[in-house]
């Protein structure tokens, strides 16, 4: 089975600085893997997604993350921070497109100080 | 095109009444989840369904708690005679069908809020 793990579940940065949420996930097979944002009291929105193409991937907002099969990693990160950047982040893998379930993370909360 | 639609956004039962929760997928996507996200933790997956199909339910309690995506009309979860353990979000979400791009791909709903009193 798979599993997801994020390192601290408080980060707090100063506006401008980068930010780097940590997830390290494990699967006995290629996995996908996504971060996720919540904003309080609403759903989730889609930051990025890794699908076996480019270990790099972009996203939304100046989000990237890389993955690395080495480390079983895939942290986020961003190279300036901004006061709207502050909201609940969320790691998530899926290893079977047929069952297709995801497994989260339990979430890093990130807080940007002015 | 809108996105997953949820309703309603906040619920609140007595102890032993039941809750339906609606959920209305993105235009052209034929694959429903429902996850459960108790408060200060991540989301759990609780069931997987397409149009008149249960796929997976690994993660719903055995008790209780029921779901279906009729071919016409919302996915709706129910869960009979709530118990205060139930209050939590619990969010939709919805994604194209297979072969499509981005079929691995979900996208959530703005989620109800149950509280059980």
């Known amino acids: 089975a798979q599993s997801v793990t994020q390192l601290g579940s408080h980060v707090s940065v100063s506006e401008g600085a980068l930010v780097l949420l940590r997830c390290n996930y494990s699967?006995?097979?290629?996995?996908?893997l996504f971060w996720y944002v919540q904003y309080p009291n609403q759903g989730l929105q889609l930051l990025l997604k890794y699908t076996s193409a480019a270990t790099l991937v972009k996203g939304i907002n100046d989000f990237e993350a890389e993955f690395k099969k080495s480390e079983t990693s895939f942290h986020l990160t961003k190279p300036s921070a901004h006061m709207s950047d502050a909201a609940e982040y969320f790691c998530?893998?899926?290893?079977?497109?047929?069952?297709?379930?995801?497994?989260f993370g339990s979430g890093t909360r990130l807080q940007v100080q002015p | 095109n809108a996105g997953v639609m949820q309703n309603p956004r906040h619920l609140v039962r007595r102890r032993g009444q039941e809750a339906r929760l609606r959920c209305s997928p993105m235009?052209?996507?034929?694959?429903v989840y429902w996850y459960r996200q108790l408060p200060e933790e991540g989301l759990k997956f609780m069931v997987y369904l397409q149009k008149e199909n249960i796929i997976d339910e690994s993660g719903m309690p055995k008790e209780r708690f029921s779901a279906e995506f009729p071919k016409e009309g919302p996915s709706i979860l129910r869960i009979q005679q709530v118990v205060r353990g139930d209050s939590a979000a619990y969010f939709c979400?919805?994604?194209?069908?297979?072969?499509?791009?981005?079929?691995?791909?979900?996208?959530f709903g703005p989620g109800t809020r149950l509280l059980v009193l």
């Open positions: 998530a893998v899926c290893v079977d497109t047929g069952r297709r379930a995801l497994t």
């Open positions: 235009k052209g996507h034929s694959h």
């Open positions: 979400a919805s994604s194209p069908p297979t072969g499509q791009g981005l079929s691995e791909t979900q996208y």
């Open positions: 699967s006995s097979v290629p996995p996908y």
